[in-house]
């Protein structure tokens, strides 16, 4: 493991559902961040939590809602999902202002939307 | 604009054999790279983190290089094995940038080892 554990891994839900999705990092991190990697394109940014406030939203939808409760947890609610929603939703952990080396990724959840 | 282009987008070896996956990028201001492995279904895991300064980075059979003047790394594998078989993602981070925002990834490479 790599010190950033995912649940659930597999996730399948209809379009009417309300599912979430859990981070937590045992790194001592104080960012952490959702990615939403789809087939044959690069990791997409979603949600940035730098010290628990969130600092970026990249023009994600609405039906998808984070939360971090604290700095070593990170939710990310699903609602009212698109088939096209269906990917895998990494998380990751960074120490940010020193250095600016580590970015540690979760293993994913892999989503499908039916 | 900031881009990071990795080629070639696949490549077939054969077991044992060496190997060389290349990463171009127009970030600026540069910051450090990164090589990440990613097997499927799962998350990247990293390999090597170069700053500036540094040219050549190694992790086992796994040796990565950086010219900071033309923009360009490399990632070689040498004698490779079944287990390499993986996507391998080249990261930019621009410098002064917030985190998040700072990473600027590549698509990736698809090496498949086979027997």
């Known amino acids: 493991e790599t010190g950033v554990t995912q649940t659930p891994r597999h996730l399948v839900m209809g379009m009417t559902n309300k599912k979430s999705l859990k981070c937590e990092q045992h790194l001592g991190h104080n960012a952490m961040y959702w990615y939403k990697q789809s087939a044959k394109k690069p990791l997409e940014l979603m949600f940035v939590y730098n010290f628990k406030e969130q600092t970026e939203n990249n023009s994600v939808p609405s039906r998808f809602s984070p939360e971090c409760p604290n700095s070593s947890h990170l939710f990310l609610h699903l609602h009212t999902l698109q088939p096209e929603d269906s990917a895998l939703y990494l998380c990751a952990s960074s120490q940010e202002g020193i250095g600016n080396y580590g970015y540690t990724f979760g293993s994913g959840t892999r989503l499908t939307v039916v | ?115």
């Open chain 2, 1 to 115: 604009k900031n881009q990071v282009e990795q080629s070639p987008q696949s490549l077939i070896i054969l077991e044992g054999k060496n190997c060389t996956l290349q990463c171009n990028y127009t970030v600026s201001p540069f910051s450090n790279l990164r090589w990440y492995k990613q097997d499927t279904g799962r998350g990247p895991v990293s390999l090597t983190i170069m700053t500036f300064s540094e040219n050549t980075k190694s992790n086992g059979r796994y040796t990565a290089t950086l010219d900071a003047d033309t923009k360009q790394s490399s990632l070689h594998i040498t004698a490779s094995q079944l287990s390499d078989s993986a996507s391998y993602i080249c990261v930019v981070r621009r410098g002064g940038d917030q985190a998040g925002t700072a990473l600027i990834f590549g698509k990736g490479t698809t090496l498949s080892v086979s027997s």
